[in-house]
């Protein structure tokens, strides 16, 4: 059985794929655990509850060990109205987790894989018919649907009037049935789409059973700035994918959907629409399931009040070293492989391990298995680049379990364990910078998790680190690599390019990587980058100069008639009142006066059209640009580069 698709409706229904799309149903009781410190306090509550809902006491296993208490028979309302009634001294399990999930998990099954294999694999079977679909038009601005094309071994365009398209998209999803659809801004088309059906009578069989379930939109903060989650129908029976507002789909493809969805027991149409944390999140409850580890409502463990001087030793964050800012040749880059996930399992860290270190946590034991995958996959990836999607949804999966032990709400997180992460990855990083150094060489830079180094032999330090540390680790080699300066002469941080071994060029933390860079701006430095690319050494950089110079040149001169969605401004909103005028006021002021609401964690699109006075226009609207604006930015690429010419600050 290869579970498509599957929803928590009266019980748990999955859906198979096929062109008959059978489904299966499955009761399932909700049901959570109660602990109570002292249940003779809370007696007339306990027998309220067993005249209402089935009710048996039991013990059961959490991460801290074995707890007395009872299994309720009841759903989310009531767990939280038994929190009200005993002042919140209760310990609740299991108690707003996924009914498909659980089911799932109880009996080893999971999406997108065979009853039977491996979840911890990356080559796996996919028998889904896909089919791509791009609605014509402004997904902020247009309300009728007048044109879309459907992308397969050709391009097919149907237009007409609504009514038109709509009949005709409903006779291809009929006709084709697929089990996936892809489809740029779907969570903003597919609403409208479907109300405008039921208005002409036509049935547009996005869900298979006719029924959709709901997100809700959402602002959050994460890591320090502000995010938005846009509203979705999500159908059932169909994976339906916004591929231009998923995090999972742009980092994974379709293959790195259904692994995070393999992984985390929850349905593609979940998965595509939730960030990294929350796959984390799900991934180790869906593990704690399969366990028989029952899964805390609350995070109760809070941090314990500690001295100023106590939290300063121990709260301290990652190891950064400063380089010299300037032009090195042949330089190599060792990373540790998925650091903090490997401190994790390398150090046995879990909040109930703190203080029994002798004791397999539950952390160290549900990312061994992911852990290995990631280096399975990464090998899997340098031969085959298909594989590429998956490394990367592993790689954020791991990313952030590590800020996840943090997190205020961490299931099984705790802010002790983050400080000792962070505390074995600074002993680890100065550590293999010694071993570096006593072996010779010259360590020119060092980011956390990975150092940069001069000298040779290159593969005796690489085994010398492993086998002291005991952690992977992964290396690249640089022709030669530009550290670029901070306004003061140093040299930047994460600010850096170079030309590796294949001919390649990696570039961090410049304009063509900024995600708010206008798009012909970028342009403009990748193709000086490919310049500079042509450049086997630090020598042959500087006669590259005159090339470059011209591509500056021809870009500068073409602003007056570059397209305005290339010269577009990408920025994520934080707020939607400003106290000041700013160019972000201006843009969303401006999409307010197109009858465009925006949300805080947004992202908007706009034109500078007069930087001084600070007026900016929607990208559909711009009828003029601010050349000066362009032009600084235009000069800021070209410094960036131009700094590789010179070889120093």
């Not at 306990?46 to 009841?74: H, K, M």
């Not at 049935?177 to 903003?188: F, I």
């Not at 799900?282 to 609350?298: C, H, K, M, Q």
């Not at 602003?559 to 920025?571: G, H, S, Y």
Request: glycine share 8%; charged share 25%.
């Amino acid at each position: 059985m290869w579970i498509l698709d599957s929803s928590p409706r009266q019980g748990v229904t999955v859906w198979l794929p096929g062109g008959c799309a059978e489904r299966v149903h499955a009761a399932h009781a909700p049901a959570f655990y109660l602990h109570l410190p002292d249940p003779h306090l809370h007696r007339e509550m306990l027998d309220a509850l067993e005249r209402r809902y089935p009710l048996e006491e039991c013990t059961f296993a959490t991460i801290f060990g074995r707890l007395e208490g009872y299994r309720v028979g009841a759903g989310k309302w009531v767990a939280e109205a038994v929190e009200r009634q005993t002042g919140y001294t209760a310990e609740l399990y299991n108690v707003d987790i996924r009914a498909d999930q659980q089911w799932m998990a109880e009996r080893g099954l999971f999406p997108c894989g065979y009853t039977g294999e491996s979840r911890f694999t990356a080559e796996f079977e996919a028998p889904l018919r896909v089919l791509e679909l791009i609605v014509d038009g402004n997904p902020d601005r247009d309300r009728m649907i007048s044109s879309l094309r459907i992308i397969g071994d050709r391009t097919e365009r149907y237009a007409g009037d609504e009514r038109t398209v709509l009949s005709d998209l409903a006779g291809i999803i009929g006709a084709y049935d697929p089990d996936a659809v892809l489809c740029p801004h779907a969570d903003t088309w597919v609403p409208p789409m479907v109300r405008a059906a039921a208005k002409y009578g036509i049935d547009l069989p996005f869900s298979r059973s006719g029924r959709f379930g709901r997100l809700a939109s959402r602002s959050y903060w994460s890591y320090g700035r502000m995010e938005h989650r846009s509203a979705a129908l999500l159908p059932e029976g169909r994976i339906l994918i916004d591929t231009e507002q998923s995090f999972t789909y742009r980092e994974g493809g379709l293959p790195g959907v259904l692994l995070a969805s393999r992984l985390t027991g929850l349905s593609p149409n979940l998965t595509s629409r939730f960030t990294p944390g929350t796959l984390i999140s799900a991934y180790e409850v869906y593990e704690a399931l399969t366990r028989g580890i029952a899964v805390p409502f609350r995070k109760r463990d809070a941090e314990r009040a500690r001295s100023i001087g106590a939290l300063r030793a121990a709260d301290k964050g990652g190891m950064i070293l400063q380089p010299d800012a300037g032009v090195y040749d042949a330089v190599y880059q060792l990373d540790f492989t998925s650091l903090y996930p490997a401190i994790i399992v390398r150090f046995n860290l879990s909040p109930e391990t703190l203080g029994a270190p002798g004791k397999r946590g539950f952390l160290p034991d549900a990312l061994a298995p992911l852990l290995d995958l990631r280096i399975r996959t990464k090998q899997m990836k340098k031969a085959d680049r298909g594989y590429a999607g998956r490394d990367a949804i592993l790689k954020w999966m791991l990313v952030t379990c590590f800020g996840y032990t943090g997190y205020r709400n961490a299931r099984f997180g705790q802010i002790e364990v983050h400080e000792q992460i962070t505390a074995h990855a600074r002993d680890i990083l100065v550590r293999a910078k010694e071993i570096a150094e006593e072996a010779g060489f010259l360590v020119l830079h060092g980011i956390v998790d990975c150092l940069w180094v001069q000298g040779e032999p290159i593969p005796q330090l690489k085994e010398r680190i492993e086998e002291e540390i005991g952690i992977a680790t992964e290396l690249d080699v640089y022709d030669w690599i530009v550290f670029l300066p901070l306004a003061d002469g140093g040299g930047a941080y994460n600010r850096y390019f170079g030309r590796l071994a294949d001919g390649s060029i990696r570039v961090r933390g410049i304009l063509a990587r900024r995600r708010d860079t206008p798009e012909y701006v970028r342009a403009m430095q990748r193709d000086l980058l490919a310049v500079l690319r042509t450049a086997p050494n630090r020598r042959l950089l500087a006669a590259a100069e005159p090339r470059a110079r011209e591509i500056y040149e021809r870009y500068v001169a073409g602003l007056e008639t570059a397209d305005p969605a290339d010269l577009a401004v990408r920025r994520r909103i934080s707020r939607v009142n400003y106290a000041r005028g700013c160019m972000e006021a201006s843009a969303v002021e401006a999409f307010r006066q197109c009858g465009i609401d925006v949300a805080p964690g947004m992202e908007i699109r706009y034109v500078v059209r007069d930087a001084g006075r600070r007026i900016a226009d929607p990208v559909w609207e711009a009828g003029g640009i601010d050349r000066r604006y362009y032009e600084k930015l235009l000069d800021k690429a070209w410094r960036e580069v131009a700094f590789a010419f010179r070889g120093k600050a």
